[in-house]
């Protein structure tokens, strides 16, 4: 049974950076896809960034420039740096990873917050 343990949420001022982490367990195999998602109150889910196998990258036009994903050495781990944080990047942050190179995939994790004080 796949799990997904998130990390790294938390309150940071305006400006500031947070790096999320999130580690996939359970199977036996390398997830093609892996990608973080982000939901705010009142809002739906959506895509910040998604990563696929060979390393090629997609980010939401609203966090070019300020947030990197990049995937870890076991390959089962993925990583959000956020840097230059605003108040609307609070939400929850959810990590999705999945067996192919769509997305989002069929696993997710349980959600950790991200607050921006201004």
């Known amino acids: 049974q796949v799990q997904l343990v998130e990390s790294g949420g938390g309150l940071v001022q305006s400006g500031g950076s947070l790096r999320l982490s999130c580690a996939a367990s359970?199977?036996?195999?390398?997830?093609?896809?892996m990608g973080w998602y982000r939901q705010a109150p009142g809002k739906q889910r959506e895509l910040v960034a998604a990563?696929?196998?060979?390393?090629?990258?997609n980010y939401a036009n609203f966090v070019k420039g300020r947030f990197a994903i990049s995937r870890g050495p076991t390959k089962n781990t993925v990583y959000l740096q956020m840097n230059n944080l605003k108040p609307e990047d609070t939400a929850v942050y959810y990590c999705?990873?999945?067996?192919?190179?769509?997305?989002?995939?069929?696993?997710w994790g349980q959600g950790t917050q991200v607050t921006v004080s201004s």
């Open positions: 359970g199977s036996i195999f390398s997830f093609d896809a």
């Open positions: 990563i696929i196998s060979g390393g090629v990258t």
């Open positions: 999705n990873v999945g067996y192919s190179s769509s997305y989002p995939g069929a696993y």
